[in-house]
């Protein structure tokens, strides 16, 4: 696996290099290219006057902050270079905390460290330090001219670096529930569906559906297939009806027979008719 960035460790005047690599890969939604559909020609995207419509050359264009619809503050690129962090290998260490203490929306995004030319052992033996202590290094670090603030600890045999998330980035809300009634038959019918249920986290079960179907489509498409019609959407269901749901959902975990479904009211209404006619 090739590594991301590079980076020493400064710890009680020790310096250990480092190299980050890539944990998690970006799975992001199928793009498409915009064609004219008449002639399914690709389209380029093109500058222009907001108010004139004529196009502007890309070395007219520059930055600007907008205030309002109309008024923009002009932004120099020079003077956004200038505000750069300044360059570093180094990965400066702030404190030790619990992760327990770390709130989960504060996680951005993972890497894998591990050791750079001649640091295996040092960083063996920070990898020691953190499992027995249990803790969790906060440091702050610039790569590729963005500065980041992480936390860097054990997991399993690997020592995990997460980026860390600024506070006004993470929102705060609370959710009361004054005054809703609960039917105990309910909570009951839940509590049994929840204990049913209950597994190991398999994230292979957790697929992106609608990607494998948008690819499929494509790929029938690319070879000339007919494209299969997709089945109706399940309509929604009231609140009023969870009760039967959570029922016939424990049915299907513990593996029972699915029961015959009950004629619904306006069913049952011109049956009542019929026989009587």
Same mark, same amino acid.
């Given at each position: 696996?090739?590594?991301?960035?590079?980076?020493?460790?400064?710890?009680?005047?020790?310096?250990?290099?480092?190299?980050?690599?890539?944990?998690?890969?970006?799975?992001?939604?199928?793009?498409?290219?915009?064609?004219?559909?008449?002639?399914?020609?690709?389209?380029?995207?093109?500058?222009?006057?907001?108010?004139?419509?004529?196009?502007?050359?890309?070395?007219?264009?520059?930055?600007?902050?907008?205030?309002?619809?109309?008024?923009?503050?002009?932004?120099?690129?020079?003077?956004?270079?200038?505000?750069?962090?300044?360059?570093?290998?180094?990965?400066?260490?702030?404190?030790?905390?619990?992760?327990?203490?770390?709130?989960?929306?504060?996680?951005? +995004?993972?890497?894998?460290?591990?050791?750079?030319?001649? @640091?295996? *052992?040092? %960083?063996?033996? !920070?990898? &020691?330090? /953190?499992?027995?202590?249990?803790?969790?290094?906060?440091?702050?670090?610039?790569?590729?001219?963005?500065?980041?603030?992480?936390?860097?600890?054990?997991?399993?045999?690997?020592?995990?670096?997460?980026?860390?998330?600024?506070?006004?980035?993470?929102?705060?809300?609370?959710?009361?529930?004054?005054?809703?009634?609960?039917?105990?038959?309910?909570?009951?019918?839940?509590?049994?569906?929840?204990?049913?249920?209950?597994?190991?986290?398999?994230?292979?079960?957790?697929?992106?559906?609608?990607?494998?179907?948008?690819?499929?489509?494509?790929?029938?498409?690319?070879?000339?297939?007919?494209?299969? +019609?997709?089945?109706?959407?399940?309509?929604?269901?009231? @609140?009023? *009806?969870? %009760?039967?749901? !959570?029922? &016939?959902? /424990?049915?299907?975990?513990?593996?029972?027979?699915?029961?015959?479904?009950?004629?619904?009211?306006?069913?049952?209404?011109?049956?009542?008719?019929?026989?009587?006619?």
């Amino acid at each position: 696996m090739r590594a991301l960035w590079r980076g020493i460790i400064e710890l009680a005047g020790v310096e250990i290099p480092v190299k980050l690599y890539a944990a998690v890969q970006p799975h992001a939604q199928v793009s498409f290219t915009l064609l004219h559909k008449k002639d399914k020609t690709p389209l380029r995207q093109v500058m222009v006057n907001g108010a004139t419509g004529e196009p502007v050359p890309r070395e007219e264009i520059i930055k600007g902050y907008p205030l309002s619809k109309r008024r923009f503050v002009p932004v120099d690129p020079a003077e956004l270079e200038k505000l750069v962090p300044e360059s570093s290998r180094d990965i400066k260490v702030l404190s030790f905390v619990d992760p327990a203490e770390i709130d989960p929306r504060y996680y951005a +995004r993972p890497y894998f460290v591990g050791p750079d030319a001649g @640091g295996a *052992q040092e %960083l063996a033996a !920070l990898h &020691e330090a /953190l499992a027995k202590s249990g803790t969790a290094m906060v440091c702050r670090w610039v790569m590729r001219k963005i500065q980041y603030h992480g936390a860097l600890a054990t997991e399993g045999s690997a020592l995990m670096l997460n980026t860390l998330r600024q506070p006004e980035q993470v929102l705060h809300r609370a959710q009361s529930y004054e005054g809703i009634e609960l039917d105990q038959r309910e909570l009951k019918t839940a509590r049994y569906l929840v204990e049913a249920l209950t597994g190991e986290f398999t994230p292979d079960e957790y697929k992106d559906e609608y990607r494998e179907r948008v690819e499929e489509i494509i790929a029938r498409k690319a070879k000339g297939l007919p494209v299969p +019609r997709q089945t109706a959407k399940t309509a929604r269901t009231r @609140g009023g *009806q969870l %009760l039967e749901l !959570l029922e &016939e959902s /424990l049915k299907e975990a513990r593996g029972d027979k699915p029961a015959a479904k009950r004629p619904t009211s306006a069913k049952r209404t011109a049956a009542k008719r019929t026989n009587s006619a």
